[in-house]
């Protein structure tokens, strides 16, 4: 039930985003669109930025980030969101979209590292890389969002792997 209520209100952002910018959005408005009380936001989300963050761990979380078909999948859901994305990308505000982004994927490639690797620690200089990559990709996956009508989400996510530094590809694809 709870997740079908995290959905909704998502659904109700995603409308309310389609007329106007996030810093104009207020939570009541966000009420008011989904129909439930300010308590029940509340309980599910601690502000709008929460929200707009479990939009994209939602649809994040079901990612291969190490697959090109996968990755691509979830980025072609983003132009399908597009006026949603562009939105939550314009925002500047210290819990700004891309953050959010930025620290999901270094948690992810850090724990696949970790994995493949078998230890339990990284060195620094490929924690330095794993985050490198993520602010690169993120950034590049942003640009592709605002600015880009025309490269396809396969072609933007291999050229994304294509880039990866040595090291994490020895690591993720060998």
Not at 23 to 33: G, S
Not at 72 to 88: C, E, L
Not at 151 to 158: G, N, Y
């Amino acid at each position: 039930m709870a997740e079908r209520t995290k959905i909704w209100i998502a659904e109700s952002m995603k409308r309310l985003m389609s007329r106007k910018t996030l810093d104009q959005i207020r939570v009541t408005e966000i009420c008011q669109e989904a129909e439930i009380g300010r308590p029940a936001f509340y309980y599910h989300f601690k502000d709008k930025y929460d929200l707009v963050a479990w939009v994209f761990y939602h649809n994040a979380y079901k990612t291969n980030v190490i697959s090109v078909d996968s990755a691509a999948k979830a980025m072609s859901q983003m132009k399908n969101d597009m006026v949603f994305y562009k939105r939550a990308y314009e925002d500047s505000s210290q819990n700004a979209l891309w953050k959010y982004m930025v620290d999901y994927f270094v948690k992810r490639y850090t724990e696949l590292a970790k994995e493949k690797l078998g230890i339990d620690t990284l060195d620094t200089q490929l924690s330095y890389s794993i985050r490198f990559y993520c602010m690169g990709a993120v950034g590049m996956t942003r640009e592709w969002v605002m600015n880009d009508n025309i490269t396809s989400a396969q072609t933007v996510v291999t050229m994304m792997f294509n880039s990866m530094p040595e090291p994490l590809r020895k690591i993720f694809f060998s």
